[in-house]
């Protein structure tokens, strides 16, 4: 399975057989972390929880979910950064799927004085985004079709222009992108050469959590559609256009060559 089949069948696991991984499969996770594809000149970092019933009681109430381990991205609060996260992580959640382990993304989860004071030792930035991981329960199956994906369809993103066939196959596998509370407020703009990536600012954009978990989604998405242009035989770069403030918001061109 490559890492675009598993966009089509990976769900998020949210129960856990408690039971810690394997030396082996330990050290699996650390390799995928060492292959993830970095995100333009954006660096940030993966600190590795062995004990997940360690670090519970350090996590905000509303955002656990009880894993035998967790993985904490670092980094500065900032565009670049969350869409690092989102970007790097989509990658690593796949690969982790082809592996035969569960993943779920916790936003807002662990703060950085709560880390620091878990970690005993200071962060070169803050917690950015957590990530729960492990053999999924007996009860919770790793895989569901596509079709039960809670998403809008496909037209419904769209601002403007006509897909061709290629486009709307890399189209297709962005909308499979999961996004914070379901929010799905990415949208696109069609041209010949090129796929455009806004943002919808929706009211909840006044809180900087929600904009954050908005821009954590953004680089998901771009991780969705970088797959899928290889699918079509693009080599995939992103490019910043000079497009005005607005509302939706430019975020980065695909182009289709």
Same mark, same amino acid.
Request: include cysteine; charge should be positive; hydrophobic fraction near 45%.
């Given at each position: ?45 993966? @600190? ?44 690593? @959640? ?23 004071? !878990? ?68 949208? !696109?703009? @069609? ?11 929706? !009211? ?5 959590? !929600? ?47």
């Amino acid at each position: 399975m490559s890492l675009y089949q598993a966009i089509e069948e990976r769900q998020s696991i949210r129960r856990y057989d408690n039971a810690p991984l394997s030396p082996k499969m330990q050290q699996k996770v650390q390799d995928l972390i060492h292959q993830l594809p970095r995100w333009e000149h954006t660096s940030i970092q993966w @600190v590795w929880v062995p004990s997940g019933a360690a670090l519970l009681p350090h996590m905000n109430r509303i955002a656990r979910v009880a894993a035998p381990h967790y993985l904490l991205i670092i980094g500065p609060r900032n565009e670049d950064s969350l869409l690092a996260a989102g970007f790097q992580g989509e990658h690593l @959640v796949l690969g982790l799927h082809q592996a035969g382990l569960g993943s779920c993304y916790l936003g807002n989860a662990i703060n950085q004085k709560a880390a620091q004071a !878990f970690l005993k030792r200071p962060l070169p930035g803050e917690v950015l985004l957590t990530l729960a991981l492990g053999t999924s329960a007996k009860d919770q199956a790793l895989t569901r079709p596509s079709s039960l994906a809670k998403r809008r369809p496909l037209d419904s993103f769209l601002l403007e222009g006509t897909p061709t066939k290629a486009q709307r196959l890399i189209l297709q596998a962005a909308r499979l992108a999961p996004t914070g509370m379901n929010s799905q407020t990415f949208r !696109f703009k @069609v041209r010949p050469d090129a796929l455009l990536l806004y943002r919808e600012l929706l !009211f909840r954009m006044h809180s900087r959590f !929600f904009r954050d978990l908005t821009t954590v989604d953004m680089g998901i998405v771009l991780c969705h559609m970088a797959l899928a242009a290889r699918e079509v035989g693009i080599d995939p770069h992103f490019i910043h256009e000079p497009i005005a403030p607005g509302n939706p918001e430019y975020i980065k061109t695909l182009p289709m060559i």
